[in-house]
T-cell receptor, first 111, second 114 residues
């Protein structure tokens, strides 16, 4: 399975932007980059996904490097509710497409 | 707007007991999944189903069985529980398309095996 590397933890202050990095140097041309997050005591929830171009939705933005070997999830204004573990996942686009979760980045948000 | 519902939310078992975890989804999704999450780790796939009447093994299937008799339900069974199966179990579902496979997760079942 394609592998991603994320920092174990990051800290931010409320209402500041947060940039969560992910390295995926072994990504292939058809692998999608997915981000999920897991709030305390809850199941994971989908955040955003992309293939090559940068993506925006109501929750976040996804910036994908030109060579696709890394990406960054951007939370434009962190809130206390954004404190969670963020998972960067490569969804392999061949056959059955499963999500392979790593250990993610724990984001701490201070008031 | 229920989404994915898991029952029960908590359970304590003694070693050797059996139980069934129920997952129900109301989104008419074809694909359903069972994961387990141990402390400090990401989710690991136990079993999955690509449609009613089908099941397949994931990464860590040993000690578990599953059934998908109805499209909306996916059951996870432990025939003889062991302390190593103490974990939080998550069910998920997705409407798989060739370019999109967003999974929707339940709130989890916290299981302790003594």
């Amino acid at each position: 399975d394609a592998k991603t590397t994320q920092p174990n933890s990051m800290e931010s202050n409320e209402e500041e932007p947060v940039h969560l990095p992910c390295n995926h140097s072994t990504i292939s041309g058809t692998d999608y980059i997915h981000w999920y997050r897991q709030l305390p005591s809850q199941g994971p929830e989908y955040v955003i996904h992309g293939l090559t171009s940068n993506v925006n939705n109501r929750m976040a933005s996804l910036a994908i490097a030109e060579d696709r070997k890394s990406s960054t999830l951007i939370l434009h204004r962190a809130t206390l509710r954004d404190a969670a573990v963020y998972y960067c996942i490569l969804r392999v686009n061949t056959g059955f497409q499963k999500l392979v979760f790593g250990t993610g980045t724990r984001l701490l948000v201070s008031p | 707007n229920a989404g994915v519902t898991q029952t029960p939310k908590f359970r304590v078992l003694k070693t050797g007991q059996s139980m069934t975890l129920l997952c129900a989804q109301d989104m008419n999704h074809e694909y359903m999944y069972w994961y387990r999450q141990d402390p400090g780790m990401g989710l690991r796939l136990i079993h999955y189903s690509v449609g009613e009447g089908t099941t397949a093994k994931g990464e860590v299937p040993d000690g578990y069985n599953v059934s998908r008799l109805k499209k909306q339900n996916f059951l996870l069974g432990l025939e003889s529980a062991a302390p190593s199966q103490t974990s939080v179990y998550f069910c998920a579902s997705s409407y798989d398309r060739s370019w999109e496979n967003i999974q929707y997760f339940g709130a989890g079942t916290r299981l302790s095996v003594l």
